[in-house]
């Protein structure tokens, strides 16, 4: 019997979801960073296997918005709760239920979809009475359908949770042909590539102050792709950390991306980038929906 469904995976910032979603497609389709709030569009990974096939919802992480841009990731990720067949809610095996589980509890018991508590980072889990008693703390808040515990950074009991899922789900055609992996679109995947290496070599404010936008792509007479993205800031302080000195950080962001993209995407290409300022962008809401319109939703 062939099953599918889709499968909506939801959590705080920094529990580790975009690194599930990665462990589960078996190839790296989602940024990821240290840093919070990393993931801020839905992002559709497809799970392949002999039983059946998953769509993967990876969602940004909620938390108490600040910004018209964290507002957004907020509603994107509420969203994408309805209309799926199950929900994994992901929480840290080592950190305390915060208000933010709590908040997001309550919205799950008016959800009428199966939900199950899923306890990542089990790696870094060595107190084993206080994961007993974080437990029974979250049983204490909802009655979940399955409690499992992974490490999505070590791929430990991964095929479990996998096993799990698939029992819930009802008998049913695949909706991607085998080759694909997700449905996002190269201009969204290589956006998202070069914002992954801002995160990684900048602090404070600028990772969360930027954006990348994709210009122009096109092949040239040798069939090379040639890719112009822009990086939007909010300050004029902020464009001179990104192209650093002498230009050497923006030419390291754009090496690190295309030797990334290349192997993703399936061909060669050429990296423009420029850097340019949009003041307060994040607070704006007509900048948000542009934002969020198109490869972007």
Known sequence: ??????????????????????????????????KPQTTRYRLDGIYHSEAGQIVFVDTPGIHAPQSALAKKMVDVAMQSLHDVDLILYLVSAVEPITEIDERIIQRLKTINTPVFLVLNKID???????????????KALHTFDQIVA?????????????????????????????????????????????????????????????????????????????????IIVERDTQKKIIIGKDGQLIKRIGTLARKELIPLLGEKLFLDLHVKVEAKWRQNTQAIDRLFQGDFE
Not at 12 to 17: I, L, M
Not at 124 to 138: C, D
Request: proline share 3%; glycine share 4%; no cysteine.
């Open 1 to 34: 019997m062939f099953k599918s469904g889709f499968v909506a995976i939801i959590g705080e910032p920094n529990v580790g979801k975009s690194t599930f979603l990665n462990a589960v497609i078996g190839e790296k389709i989602a940024i990821t960073s240290s």
């Open 124 to 138: 870094k889990a060595t107190n084993i009475p206080r994961l007993e008693t974080l437990v029974e703390g979250y």
């Open 150 to 230: 992974i490490s999505a950074l070590k791929k430990t009991f991964i095929n479990v949770l996998i096993e799990d899922i698939f029992k819930v789900l009802d008998e049913g055609e695949a909706f991607y042909p085998k080759d694909i992996k997700t449905n996002r679109s190269k201009r969204f995947l290589m956006a998202e590539l070069i914002r992954e290496k801002i995160l990684q070599f900048t602090q404070q404010e600028v990772p969360h102050s930027s954006y990348v936008s994709i210009e122009n792509i096109e092949y040239d007479d040798t069939d090379l792709l040639e890719v112009r993205a822009n």
